[in-house]
C-alpha cells in the first residue's frame, strides 16, 4: 500500500517506528494528487509549498520525538474555514480574491496538533447543495464514478478521502453536508452536537446549524479528529464550555445490550432498494454485536425539510449581506452609484442556488411573512428537538440510512432544486435539533456505488457514535475496495 | 382650532465602555480612519460576536435609575439593511426582548411634577461613519465607530411641548453623565436624540399622524426642530392638509426640517433573533450588585441639598446639575459649615470664572479647601464681603490659598478699635459742617461718614465695627 492510501492512526506507527516521515507522507499525497486530481477536482486550491514546508518542519519535530496526535498528517480543509494568507473563497466568486487575516479556531487546533495542509477542497457555493455542483470553480466528480456527484456540500473533502488525495479531510454540515457525501464517496464523516466544534472561522451559512467535523478512512481516525477539533471556543458565544472525553477509547469497546432506536419515519417508500437493503443488513450487524433494536418514533420527521428551507434561507440571507464589494471580495467595476453597486456586486458574485435561497428568505423574514414562516418553523423546530430527547429516552442511538439513494449522475437534478434537497432529507434533522451524527459506509450497489448508515446520539454523546460506529465497522466485514481511478 | 402636541423620543447613548461591545477594539473617539478595527467588528466572513458583560451592566444602572423593569431574560436580534457603514449588513441590536421595560422619569414643570414612561431601553451596536470627498464621486468608509456599544432609551408619548421633551432630554441627559456611563457629548454624537411628533386637536382621543426628526445635534436644536416641526403640522392641517408619516432632518442652518424618506420607502428590517449570540441571563444577584454600586441620583441629591443644606430649590438644581459641581460644593461644605454661604460663592463667583474660561469644575484652580477657608475668613471678620471679591479672583488667577493671597497683598481688615475710633474721630474733626447737619437730623449723611471711614481706610475698615463705633460717636 502507498502511504497516501494509508489511515492516521496506520501513518502515525509508521511515523513513530522510523518508519517513514511527513515528507514521504505529502509527497507520496502529492503523486496522487498529480494523478488523479485532474479528473475528480477535490480541491480548489493546492498549498503544495505551505504543506512541503509544514511537513518538513513536521520531520524536525518527529526528529526531536515531538510526535502530536496529527503530526505529518495530511488534511485538506473544505473552503469554508478560514485559512491566514490563503485564498478561502467559500466556492464563490464573490470570494474568489478574499484572503483572511486570521485563521479558523479549528485550522489553529489542526496546526498546533502537527496537521499539514494539502489544500482547500471543494464545495457547493456557500455550502448550499447536495452535490458540489454549485462551486464558482466547477465541479468535483465522484472518485467512484466520474460521472456522478460526490454528494455536497463537502464533496471535495470527501472525494480527497475516497481517492487518497490526503489522509483526512474538514468538512462542515448544515443539514448532511458531511455526511451526505461521506456516504456516496464511501468515507466515515461525523457531524458532532452543535457547540462542540468552534465556529469561529467556519464561513457562516446558518449560522444555528452549522457544525463542522471530520471526514476520515475509517472510524479511528474520526476519534482522532475530535480529540483536536473538539472543545470550547471564548471567541463563539453558543460553543458550549464542557469537558471533552478521549474519543479514541470509545473504539473497540462493545455495545452489548445497547438500545437501537430504529425511527420509523426513516424507513419509507422512496428509499432505493439497494440502500434499504444495506441499512437492513446493517441493523443485523448491530444486533449481532449485541444491541437490541427498538421500534421509535420521530413524528415531526415530515416537517424538517419544510422547516429546514426556511429557518436555513433566513440566516442565509442576512449572513451573506455582508459581501457588497465595500470591503473585500469582488466588487463591481464601473458603477454609476451605490445601489449599482451592491446589485452588481451581488448579481455576479453569487450564483443561482444562493440567490434562490437569499430570496426565500428575505422573503420568509419580510413584514406580514415573518410569523407564518420564520416563526412557525422555529416553533416546530423545538418539537423536532423534543422528538429526539423523547427517543433518546427510549435509546442509546438511532440508526438510519444517511441517504435515501446512491449517488446520482451529474446534472441529473441541477434542473430540480426540490428533488435535490430531498436528498438530505435523513440528514436534516439532527442538524435542526442540534444532535451529532456519523455515516459510516455499509457496503455498494452493484454498479460499485458506495453507501452509508447513519447513526444519531443525543447531545454530546459523539463518544457513543464513535463507540457504534468502529463496533459496526469492526463486525460488518465490508468489502475493502478502493476507486478505479 | 386649539391643538395638542404628542413628543415621543428616542434615545441613542453610547457607552462609556473601553472597549467595544462584540469584540476587544478601543471605543476612544477620533483615532485615525478603522484604526479601531478587528476582523469582527469589519464583518468580516466567519467572525463571531462575543457580547462585553460591561455592557450590560451598563444598561443595568441605566434601567435600575429609570425605575425600569427588568427582564431577567433578553435576547439580539438581526436588524437588516444595506449600507456601507454597517459592515455585516445588519446592525445587532435587540427587537421582541429588550434588557428593560416600563420605566420612568419625573419632570419638575414648573413646580409640577410630570412622569414620562420609558417604553424600553436595549442595548445595540453602533454604526461607523462615511466621509464624502466634496471634490470627487468618492465616499471613503471609517469604521472607528462600528461596535461601540449604544443604550437606546425609547420614551411614550408623553411629551406635550417642545420645552417639555427639552426638559426629558436634560433629565435624561443627566442620569446618564451621573452614572458615568455616558459622556454625554452630543456633538461627537455620543448622546442623539431621534423625536416623534405628531399634533392633534384638543381633546381628541386618537393621536395624529407622526413624522419622526432626525439630525439635531444639541438640546437647543431639538427644541427648535420641534417647534418648528409642529407649526409646520399646525398649518398644513389648519389648512386643511394631510400629514403625511415620514422621516425628516433637521437643517440647522436652514431653521427647518425636509422630508428624508416616506413611509413607503421605509426600511423592512426583517428582524430576526441573532443566531450567533445566546440569550442574556440576568438574575437577581447581579441586579443587585448593580444596584448597590448606583450613585445618589440627580433628583434624590437634589431633594437633599433643599432639606440638608436648607437650599433653595433654585440652588439646588444648579449645584447638582453636574455631579461634579455638586461634589465641589459639598467638599467645600464639609470644611466650613457654611451651605448658603457656600452656594453663593460657587454659583455666583466660581461659575462665572469658569464659563468664562469654558472651563470644567474638575479643572477649578480654587480648590474648596481654599474657598471654605476664605468663606470663614469672612464669618471671623478677618476680611470683608468687598475684599473677598477681590481675593477670589486672585485665588482663581493664581491657585493661591486666600491667607496667602491677603498676606501677600496687606489685606487683613482693620479690626483694632483703638484704630478705627481714631480713623473715625479724624473724620468727624475734618467734616463739622456735617456733623451739626446730622445731628441736626440729616440722617441721611450717616451713610457719607461710612463712606469716608472705609476710604480713609482703604477699604479695610471692618464694615460692622464702623457701623457701630460711628453710631455711637457722632451721636456724641
Not at chain 1, 203 to 218: E, M, N, R, V
Not at chain 1, 285 to 307: N, R
Not at chain 2, 286 to 314: H, M, N, T
Not at chain 2, 435 to 449: C, H, P, S, T
Request: aromatic fraction near 8%.
Amino acid at each position: 500500500m502507498e502511504l497516501n492510501q494509508l489511515t492516521i492512526h496506520e501513518l502515525q506507527e509508521k511515523i513513530k517506528n522510523g518508519e517513514t516521515s511527513a515528507t514521504q507522507i505529502i509527497e507520496s499525497v502529492f503523486d496522487r494528487i498529480n494523478a488523479v486530481e485532474e479528473r475528480v477536482h477535490s480541491y480548489i486550491r493546492l498549498m503544495r509549498d505551505e504543506a512541503l514546508a509544514a511537513a518538513k518542519k513536521a520531520d524536525e519535530e518527529i526528529e526531536k520525538g515531538r510526535i502530536n496526535t496529527l503530526t505529518g498528517i495530511p488534511i485538506a480543509l473544505k473552503d469554508i474555514v478560514c485559512t491566514k494568507g490563503i485564498n478561502t473563497t467559500c466556492g464563490s466568486r464573490i470570494l474568489h480574491n478574499f484572503v483572511p487575516p486570521y485563521d479558523a479556531t479549528v485550522v489553529e487546533k489542526l496546526r498546533k496538533a502537527g496537521a499539514v495542509f494539502v489544500g482547500k477542497a471543494n464545495m457547493d457555493e456557500f455550502a448550499m447543495g447536495s452535490s458540489t455542483e454549485t462551486s464558482y470553480f466547477g465541479v468535483t466528480r465522484n472518485p467512484w464514478d466520474l460521472e456522478r456527484i460526490p454528494g455536497g456540500s463537502s464533496g471535495g473533502s470527501a472525494t480527497a478521502v475516497a481517492a487518497d488525495e490526503c489522509i483526512a479531510s474538514i468538512g462542515s454540515d448544515t443539514g448532511g453536508s458531511i455526511r451526505q457525501p461521506a456516504a456516496h464517496c464511501g468515507v466515515v464523516g461525523l457531524k458532532p452536537t452543535y457547540g462542540r466544534v468552534s465556529r469561529f472561522g467556519l464561513i457562516a451559512f446558518a449560522s444555528s446549524l452549522d457544525q463542522i467535523g471530520p471526514l476520515t478512512k475509517d472510524v479511528e481516525d474520526c476519534a482522532l479528529m475530535m480529540n483536536v477539533l473538539a472543545g470550547y471556543d471564548p471567541r463563539e458565544s453558543t460553543s458550549v464550555p464542557m469537558e471533552v472525553p478521549d474519543y479514541r477509547q470509545f473504539v473497540g469497546r462493545d455495545i452489548k445490550g445497547w438500545k437501537i432506536g430504529i425511527p420509523q419515519e426513516y424507513f419509507i417508500e422512496g428509499i432505493d432498494p439497494e440502500v434499504s437493503a444495506a441499512v437492513k443488513k446493517a441493523i443485523t450487524v448491530v444486533q449481532a454485536c449485541g444491541g437490541q433494536c427498538v421500534d421509535i418514533s420521530l413524528p415531526h420527521t415530515e416537517y424538517c425539510l419544510a422547516v429546514y428551507y426556511i429557518i436555513a434561507p433566513a440566516e442565509a440571507c442576512s449572513n451573506l449581506a455582508r459581501y457588497d464589494g465595500v470591503r473585500y471580495g469582488h466588487r463591481a467595476s464601473e458603477v454609476k452609484d451605490l445601489l449599482e453597486m451592491y446589485k452588481r456586486t451581488r448579481r455576479e458574485g453569487f450564483g443561482a442556488e444562493v440567490k434562490r435561497r437569499i430570496m426565500i428568505g428575505t422573503y420568509a423574514l419580510s413584514a406580514g411573512y415573518y410569523d407564518a414562516y420564520y416563526k412557525k418553523a422555529s416553533q416546530v423546530r423545538a418539537l423536532i428537538r423534543r422528538d429526539f430527547d423523547e427517543a433518546f429516552q427510549k435509546c442509546d442511538v438511532i440508526l438510519t440510512p444517511t441517504t435515501p439513494t446512491p449517488a446520482f449522475k451529474i446534472g441529473e437534478k441541477t434542473d430540480t432544486p426540490l428533488q435535490m434537497y430531498l436528498s438530505d432529507i435523513f440528514t436534516i434533522s439532527t442538524n435542526l435539533a442540534g444532535n451529532p451524527g456519523i455515516s459510516v459506509p455499509c457496503g455498494f450497489t452493484a454498479a460499485g456505488l458506495p453507501m452509508g448508515v447513519q447513526f444519531l446520539a443525543g447531545h454530546f454523546e459523539e463518544g457513543k457514535l464513535i463507540q457504534i460506529a468502529s463496533a459496526y465497522e469492526k463486525n460488518a466485514n465490508i468489502e475493502k475496495r478502493r476507486p478505479q481511478l | 382650532m386649539e391643538f395638542e402636541t404628542i413628543i415621543g423620543l428616542e434615545v441613542h447613548a453610547q457607552l462609556l465602555t473601553e472597549t467595544k461591545i462584540f469584540c476587544n477594539c478601543s471605543t476612544k473617539f477620533g483615532g485615525a480612519p478603522n484604526s479601531h478595527t478587528c476582523p469582527v467588528c469589519l464583518g468580516m466572513p466567519g467572525v463571531l460576536p462575543v457580547l462585553n458583560k460591561k455592557v450590560v451592566e451598563y444598561a443595568l444602572k441605566m434601567s435600575l435609575a429609570t425605575n425600569s423593569t427588568i427582564n431577567k431574560t433578553c435576547s439580539f436580534a438581526r436588524k437588516n439593511y444595506f449600507y456601507p457603514d454597517l459592515p455585516k449588513g445588519y446592525q445587532i441590536s435587540q427587537y421582541a426582548y429588550p434588557i428593560s421595560e416600563h420605566g420612568s422619569v419625573v419632570l419638575d414643570i414648573d413646580g409640577e411634577q410630570k412622569k414620562i414612561g420609558i417604553t424600553r431601553i436595549h442595548m445595540e451596536e453602533d454604526a461607523g461613519k462615511l466621509i464624502h470627498d466634496d471634490y470627487n464621486p468618492m465616499s471613503y468608509v471609517d469604521l472607528n465607530r462600528t461596535g461601540v456599544p449604544l443604550i437606546e432609551i425609547v420614551s411614550e408619548p408623553d411629551m406635550r411641548s417642545p420645552a417639555e421633551a427639552a426638559e426629558y432630554l436634560k433629565r435624561l441627559h443627566e442620569i446618564l453623565v451621573y452614572l458615568e456611563i455616558c459622556d454625554g457629548n452630543m456633538e461627537e454624537g455620543s448622546f442623539r436624540c431621534d423625536a416623534n411628533v405628531s399634533i392633534r386637536p384638543k381633546g381628541q382621543e386618537e393621536f395624529g399622524t407622526r413624522t419622526e426628526l432626525k439630525n439635531m445635534n444639541s438640546f437647543r436644536n431639538v427644541q427648535r426642530a420641534l417647534e418648528y416641526e409642529v407649526k409646520r403640522q399646525q398649518y398644513i392641517v389648519e389648512n386643511g392638509g394631510e400629514i403625511v408619516q415620514e422621516t425628516r432632518l433637521w437643517d440647522d442652518a436652514q431653521g427647518a426640517t425636509n422630508p428624508m424618506r416616506s413611509k413607503e420607502e421605509a426600511h423592512d428590517y426583517r428582524y430576526f433573533p441573532d443566531p450567533d449570540l445566546v440569550p442574556v441571563i440576568v438574575d437577581d444577584a447581579w441586579i443587585d450588585e448593580v444596584r448597590k454600586g448606583l450613585p445618589e441620583l440627580p433628583v434624590a441629591k437634589r431633594e437633599r441639598f433643599v432639606q440638608d443644606y436648607q437650599l433653595p430649590a433654585y440652588d439646588a438644581g444648579v449645584l447638582t446639575a453636574d455631579k461634579a459641581l455638586a461634589k465641589y460644593f459639598e467638599d467645600v461644605v464639609a470644611l466650613c459649615s457654611r451651605p448658603k454661604a457656600a452656594s453663593n460663592w460657587v454659583m455666583g463667583d466660581v461659575l462665572r470664572f469658569l464659563n468664562e474660561d469654558k472651563r470644567d469644575i474638575r479643572d477649578c484652580p480654587i480648590t474648596p479647601a481654599s474657598l471654605a477657608e476664605m468663606i470663614l475668613l469672612i464669618e471671623d471678620g478677618t476680611i470683608s464681603g468687598k475684599m473677598a471679591k477681590d481675593i477670589v479672583v486672585e485665588m482663581y488667577k493664581t491657585g493661591g490659598a486666600p491667607k496667602a493671597i491677603i498676606e501677600e497683598k496687606g489685606m487683613v481688615q482693620i479690626t483694632d478699635e483703638g484704630a478705627l475710633i481714631a480713623a473715625i474721630q479724624k473724620i468727624i474733626d475734618a467734616n463739622p459742617n456735617q456733623l451739626k447737619d446730622y445731628r441736626g437730623g440729616k440722617d441721611k449723611l450717616f451713610g457719607f461718614f461710612v463712606g469716608q471711614v472705609m476710604k480713609a481706610t482703604q477699604g479695610k475698615a471692618n464694615p460692622k465695627m464702623v457701623n457701630d463705633l460711628l453710631k455711637k460717636m457722632l451721636a456724641g
